[in-house]
């Protein structure tokens, strides 16, 4: 089947995924539609191949709608080590399941950013080739929706010193650096080691920046409140701002 | 003959657009509340001058007004913050409740100097607990002998909705302000696109996740935020008020929601409540991110645009 024909099976559906029908579609969307009767045989080789691209990350699974072909999905997922969870908690993959109007060959094809991604690399090609040699026409579709992984935030290269709420000092975190800070209510040493930085010392009666983990992604922040002394690391920033 | 005048007042209000200041994003920290909070607006320089002065003096007049022991009860402010507090306390089955004031003292929270209080202390302070028993008067709020309030679970909430209303009035189109973790947004964010707010993982360095939002209050309660450990069994600041001791069972509760104060105190109800989504349908407007004890996340209540990491 080529993917005019593939599509034009789709477009007879209603499609049903709840994702899909989300207001604002997220950027890092994307789908995996699959026709075929028995989805379970052929799941697992094609999960497996979009993880080896890097497409997708972990491995847990919820069901949107359970028709009676779930039951086969979801054992043959456990039995792959993916691991179950209820549609209203965070799952890294969300299936959801519809029938074609009209049945149509085997086939699978992934969606990302509202256009075809061709997923038949080398693995894949043996296996869309046996699905759609087949004789039997199929009519169920399944809609397996999950979330691009965030790029590997990237360790910032320098960070950024605050007294009083103004900027007092800028640091490289690629150098080893040592250097104490005096403030109006005391005294505190940075320390700065392969990438990241913490406060080694402080004269404040806690010792609650003394104990904070060290830090090395832009926008992470050391505060010694006793101090008003704001140590913060630079870069590009892949978040506004932090809560928590 | 007719365009003349038109030409003219097209130039004048050219030369009109072109002096005015520039809107630029304005940034600053100020230290309040035992913690630091980030202003980040788009505004005029002089709009931003103004601006910081009117967010000093609301955060200072919340100080005054909530910190433990020096609650002028009968303040307008006090009276208004009540109103709502016991709303999520009647909501909640008494989850949240700001009465624990006696508890965080007996704990040591209050004076930094944590301890493990005896049982029989715990026992005899659990009568001083109790939103029922104050009493509302005319002339304001009446503390019972002995019972103490405790605003830090819904306080910088509303300082943190009093004053982003403020900067909104000002000229500040866009922005956020974050009170140590309380927070609220409006606007787009640099990019013109939803605030990137990162929420800090309980347990791990760096973030458990992304909240893509704007227009909307955030705000964490987690056992990680402050505590100290006993025999490897970890004490926190979040208590269960009606055992006297840190509520178990969660390891952090991030709510979302229109107003920061109600994402505060829901934030602390949530951590406490064993069944969450029972209070969450009286907001139909807030939502949960709840990291259990395994450190699984559940969602709870509205959705929002979240990205785990």
């Known amino acids: 089947m080529d993917r005019r024909t593939f599509f034009k099976s789709l477009l007879s559906t209603a499609l049903v995924s709840p994702l899909l029908a989300s207001p604002k579609p997220s950027p890092l969307r994307r789908d995996l539609f699959l026709i075929e009767d028995s989805p379970h045989k052929f799941i697992i080789p094609i999960l497996e191949e979009i993880k080896e691209l890097g497409l997708m990350n972990g491995k847990s699974f919820a069901f949107l709608t359970s028709p009676a072909q779930a039951e086969e999905l979801e054992r043959i997922l456990n039995k792959n080590h993916w691991s179950y969870v209820s549609k209203n908690s965070q799952a890294d993959i969300y299936f959801s399941f519809s029938l074609l109007k009209h049945p149509a060959p085997s086939s699978f094809t992934l969606i990302k950013d509202g256009q075809i991604a061709d997923i038949r690399t080398q693995n894949l090609f043996l296996l869309w080739q046996e699905m759609n040699q087949k004789k039997n026409f199929s009519s169920f579709l399944t809609i397996a929706s999950y979330k691009k992984p965030l790029p590997n935030s990237q360790s910032g290269s320098s960070a950024s010193i605050h007294i009083d709420g103004k900027k007092i000092d800028r640091i490289s975190l690629k150098k080893n650096f040592l250097k104490s800070y005096s403030t109006k209510n005391g005294r505190l040493t940075v320390v700065a080691e392969s990438g990241k930085a913490w406060i080694q010392a402080s004269t404040c009666p806690q010792k609650v920046c003394v104990s904070s983990a060290p830090i090395s992604l832009p926008g992470e922040r050391i505060i010694c409140v006793p101090n008003r002394f704001l140590l913060e690391v630079e870069g590009p920033r892949f978040l506004d701002t932090i809560i928590g | ?309």
């Open chain 2, 1 to 309: 003959m007719a365009r003349k005048p038109l030409i003219l007042f097209s130039v004048f209000f050219l030369f009109f657009i072109s002096c005015r200041p520039r809107e630029t994003w304005q940034t600053s920290t100020l230290f309040f509340f035992d913690t630091v909070c980030e202003i980040n607006i788009l505004s005029s320089p002089s709009e931003f001058e103004d601006c910081q002065k009117e967010i000093t003096r609301i955060f200072a007049e919340i100080e005054r007004c909530f910190s433990p022991g020096s609650e002028d009860l009968t303040s307008p402010l006090v009276q208004a913050l009540f109103l709502k507090a016991k709303k999520v306390y009647l909501d909640s089955g008494g989850d949240f409740d700001i009465t624990v004031g006696s508890l965080s003292r007996i704990w040591g929270f209050l004076t930094k100097a944590p301890r493990l209080p005896s049982p029989e202390e715990i026992k005899i302070n659990l009568n001083y607990v109790g939103t029922d028993k104050l009493k509302e008067e005319k002339g304001g709020l009446k503390l019972p002998l002995h019972m103490e309030l405790d605003w830090g679970g819904i306080a910088k909430g509303l300082a943190v909705d009093l004053a982003s209303q403020a900067l909104k009035k000002r000229g500040g189109s866009k922005g956020f302000i974050n009170a140590g973790g309380d927070l609220y947004c409006w606007g787009t964010n640099p990019e013109n696109v939803p605030w990137k707010i990162g929420i800090k993982h309980p347990r791990q360095q760096g973030f458990l996740g992304i909240l893509h939002i704007l227009n909307l209050g955030a705000a964490t309660s987690g056992d990680y935020q402050r505590y100290f450990e006993r025999e490897g069994i970890r004490y926190h600041h979040i208590f269960n008020p009606r055992t006297g001791y840190p509520a178990q069972g969660k390891q952090s509760v991030t709510v979302v929601g229109p107003e920061a104060a109600y994402c505060d105190a829901l934030s602390t109800a949530i951590f406490v409540s064993l069944h969450p989504e029972v209070i969450l349908k009286k907001y139909p407007d807030y939502g949960a991110i709840i990291v259990d004890k395994d450190g699984k996340i559940v969602l709870r209540g509205k959705r929002y645009s979240f990205d785990i990491l």
